[in-house]
């Protein structure tokens, strides 16, 4: 072949054409990466997207410097997907091979490598281009494409990088963010430097005779230790068994007889235990299991409607169990990663090495490991986050997407918009494979589908021993205040309720879903709020930090003991944050241990896996928290579950408000009498007679999603039509109007004006400087939807002439 298409790693439209050189006509295929020189002397690593002979133009296209591999990196699958992507969510193709890819993957002239100081340099096991580089980066630490360049030859410098990536010398500068740290795990050995000294076993151990425990745990240790010299001693192996506690060993470690040390546990190499069986299904999960495979029969996909505390888990632990006999592999598509404990323990004692996870908390090197082990087919079943869909997948056969109304599936992390949930479901349609979609509270979509048995509707309705739902009431705030039964955000049976938990040793949850101590601090005498210098928001208080944040662009101030516009002293908060109900909570309940967990008390390292212990050791009584609460917490003792200012999660600008309001609600509910049955949950509203708390009270699904719905059906929402959010930002705010209005006439001269709505200024008129204005357009779910989308791109087309709007960012939210 003499020409070849090219993807680069840039936002730029279309793929690139370049001309296989003599060489290389042979070996270059269709998925490989190769090394391309674009736009003056810049190197980029591009994938080649097709092959072609003839090729008339008048340009003469540039040649391709080198094939970067032997065999296809990224999979036919792969590429229909990106192409699949690029045109339904409006984004190119050069954005998704830029999140696709782990950054050392797709080296470019901008790109450094960095030396890495963990292992001693084997000079003598180094080639040529090697030993220079090494060379070079202990004289400089950092260089980049280009500055290599100078003393390797082009066509060799990736695989000069790509061998000391493998060996650990150097690493591609991550100026992303925090490295990922891995589980530190604590073990003990006997101190044989002190072994030496002292120069006798027997004198060290007489002189522990007068310390009987510290003398015994010394013998358990040694003894280990002689026994199995190679195999490390657990500190929680020592202390399972119960006999010791921790001031014995510090002790014995003060003595300088015993060391502690930590080694990283690498969750993929060294899981050690036995490998175990899953328990028995119930009745109820079997049929539900089969349920799945006669729809699995019928090339049919799965949304499993299990109510909290069913097993799911177990259902999946199953499906997964089939995929792998038969050969095939797994992705497992979870929210977020921090919250895997339990299925991830479950899969690792069954599944061990042959277990996988790919999320963005690990660093790129991590990543670059994961992917070559997918590649090489070296897992069976892959954990991961959004990002794992574009894993080089060679012999997919299930995808399992976890919680699948979770917003995180939609997160806007990346530079372009897209719903992991749906691709997934296009991914499977690609690679022939099956899908489950599992949730205890469906979106309304995916809800719709099965109803529509376009996927099929797998209910499971009992939870794990049969064991009864929660009961739900509702709290009239406005009651309790005329009857003074209230106390700051709780009334008085809120109060009542706790303190019944309390005295039974049970747990309880209070969920506030708004972070910060309070929205905004006002000045009482002139009314001056502080707003970000970067968004049109007022900052939020945060108590602990004590500072001002912006929840937008992380902007942080400090709290202003005056008010900086009248230099009033009298400042005054307005607004309930979590942090202040947790205040609120630990001086009405001082007895009680009160922990809260929300991002901002998450982000220390460990925060989230020490909660989580605290919490199944039942040593925290009472967890205030946003929605993340909701997620994964499968503790018994916890029976209660209160939200005090409920209002909070339904007024809210967004149509998918109450919908959002039912799954917090009922995921949070969730949590609370798993296994005793006693869960209760009790809801404070100023409106009790709204019809979203009766329908959450009574819990009965077709109701509920048949009210959903109808409003969207009223209002013309999703699932009755397919919506697109144009979003256009620029610093200059005249500019971008002028802008929006011309695309706003572009776009109403093709597409009828019931589908357009806009442009408008966004409801947060600025963020990060940026002003935003916004299109939604509404277009029908039929025939029509692939005619306007046309008509959308032609209308684009029209918009990029003019150089002048060449600056104006544009975002497209599909389906958002
Ligand atoms: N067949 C089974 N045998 C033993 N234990 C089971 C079985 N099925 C479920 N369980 C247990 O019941 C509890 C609830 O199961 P699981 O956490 O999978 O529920 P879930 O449907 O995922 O709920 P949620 O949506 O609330 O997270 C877990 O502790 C789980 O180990
Ligand atoms: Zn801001």
């Avoid at 399972?240 to 502690?260: A, P, R």
């Avoid at 021993?465 to 700051?488: C, M, R």
Wanted: aromatic share 10%; hydrophobic share 35%.
């Amino acid at each position: 072949m003499n020409f070849a298409q090219i993807i680069l790693p840039l936002n730029l439209k279309g793929t690139f054409t370049y001309k296989v050189p003599e060489d290389l006509m042979e070996k270059i295929e269709v998925g490989m990466r190769v090394l391309i020189p674009f736009g003056g002397k810049k190197i980029y690593t591009g994938i080649v997207a097709e092959l072609f002979d003839e090729f008339e133009d008048s340009f003469v296209p540039k040649e391709i410097i080198n094939l970067l591999d032997s065999q296809p990196i990224v999979p036919k699958q792969q590429l229909e997907f990106w192409n699949w992507m690029s045109s339904y969510y409006l984004c190119n193709l050069g954005e998704i091979y830029r999140f696709a890819f782990p950054s050392s993957l797709k080296l470019e002239s901008e790109t450094y490598v960095r030396l890495l100081s963990e292992r001693t340099i084997d000079w003598q096991n180094l080639d040529a281009n090697e030993t220079y580089l090494l060379q070079a980066l202990e004289v400089r630490q950092m260089l980049n494409l280009q500055e290599i360049e100078a003393f390797i030859p082009k066509k060799e410098i990736i695989k000069t990088i790509n061998a000391l990536i493998d060996e650990r010398y150097i690493s591609v500068d991550e100026k992303i963010t925090e490295k990922y740290k891995a589980k530190e795990i604590a073990y003990l050995r006997i101190n044989n430097e002190e072994l030496k000294i002292k120069n006798s076993l027997a004198e060290i151990i007489s002189s522990l005779k007068n310390a009987r425990k510290q003398q015994e745990l010394f013998l358990l240790i040694l003894d280990k230790e002689t026994e199995n010299p190679e195999k490390p001693i657990r500190k929680s192996e020592i202390f399972d068994e119960g006999n010791f506690n921790n001031s014995q060993l510090k002790s014995l470690i003060e003595k300088k007889l015993v060391q502690e040390y930590y080694l990283e546990k690498d969750r993929i190499d060294s899981y050690e235990g036995e490998l175990e069986e899953i328990e028995q299904l119930t009745e109820n999960q079997k049929l539900a299991v089969s349920e799945i495979n006669k729809a699995f029969q019928e090339d049919k996909n799965v949304l499993l409607h299990g109510i909290t505390s069913s097993g799911k888990t177990h259902i999946y632990l199953e499906k997964i169990e089939d995929c792998v006999n038969s050969e095939k592999n797994v992705l497992l598509l979870l929210p977020e990663i921090a919250l895997t404990k339990q299925i991830t323990i479950r899969l690792e004692k069954k599944y061990g090495k042959k277990l996988g996870f790919y999320h963005n908390k690990l660093t790129d090197f991590e990543r670059v490991e994961v992917w070559r082990k997918i590649k090489k087919n070296e897992l069976q079943i892959l954990i991961g986050t959004r990002n794992s869909l574009f894993l080089p997948f060679e012999n997919l056969g299930l995808i399992i997407v976890d919680e699948e109304h979770d917003s995180a599936y939609k997160s806007r992390d990346s530079n372009f918009f897209f719903n992991a949930k749906d691709s997934a479901m296009m991914l499977a349609e690609f690679y022939n494979s099956r899908m489950v979609l599992g949730s205890a509270t469906p979106s309304l979509e995916s809800y719709d589908l099965a109803m529509k048995d376009k996927i099929r509707y797998v209910p499971l309705n009992e939870r794990f021993g049969n064991v009864d739902v929660p009961k739900f009431e509702i709290i009239d705030v406005k009651e309790a205040q005329s009857q003074k039964k209230i106390i700051g955000n709780f009334s008085q049976k809120m109060v009542d309720e706790i303190n019944l938990q309390l005295e039974h040793k049970k747990q309880s949850i209070i969920l506030h879903n708004r972070r910060g101590y309070a929205n905004v601090i006002e000045c009482e005498t002139c009314g001056h709020v502080t707003y970000c210098s970067n968004c049109d928001v007022v900052m939020t208080y945060h108590k602990s930090a004590n500072e001002l944040k912006c929840h937008y662009c992380g902007h942080r101030a400090g709290k202003p003991t005056t008010c900086p516009s009248c230099h009033g002293a009298n400042l005054n908060t307005k607004g309930v944050g979590v942090e202040q109900i947790e205040e609120e909570t630990q001086k009405i309940f001082s007895e009680a241990e009160v922990d809260r967990m929300d991002v901002d008390a998450m982000r220390k390292k460990f925060a989230y896996e020490k909660l989580y212990e605290k919490l199944e050791n039942g040593e925290t009584d009472i967890l205030v928290g946003t929605q993340m609460i909701s997620k994964g917490l499968d503790f018994e003792n916890i029976e209660l579950v209160v939200i005090p200012k409920a209002d909070a999660l339904i007024y809210v600008q967004d149509f998918r408000a109450e919908e959002r309001a039912y799954q917090l609600i009922t995921q949070v509910a969730g949590r609370a009498g798993r296994v005793s049955g006693e869960g209760k949950i009790l809801i404070q509203t100023y409106n009790p007679s709204h019809s979203i708390f009766e329908l959450i009270k009574n819990q009965n699904v077709k109701e509920i999603y048949d009210y959903f719905l109808d409003e969207r059906k009223k209002f013309l929402y999703p699932p009755f039509v397919k919506l697109i959010m144009i979003e256009l930002k620029h610093r200059k705010e005249d500019k971008l109007n002028r802008a929006s209005q011309f695309l706003g006439s572009v776009l109403r001269k093709y597409i009828p004006e019931e589908c357009i709505l806009g442009p408008e200024k966004s409801p947060i008129a600025r963020i990060n400087n940026l002003y935003q204005y916004q299109i939604l357009l509404k277009f029908p779910k039929n025939k029509n939807y692939k005619i306007y989308k046309e008509l959308l791109s032609k209308s684009l087309e029209e918009f990029d002439e003019i150089t002048a709007y060449k600056s104006i960012k544009r975002d497209f939210l599909v389906d958002f």
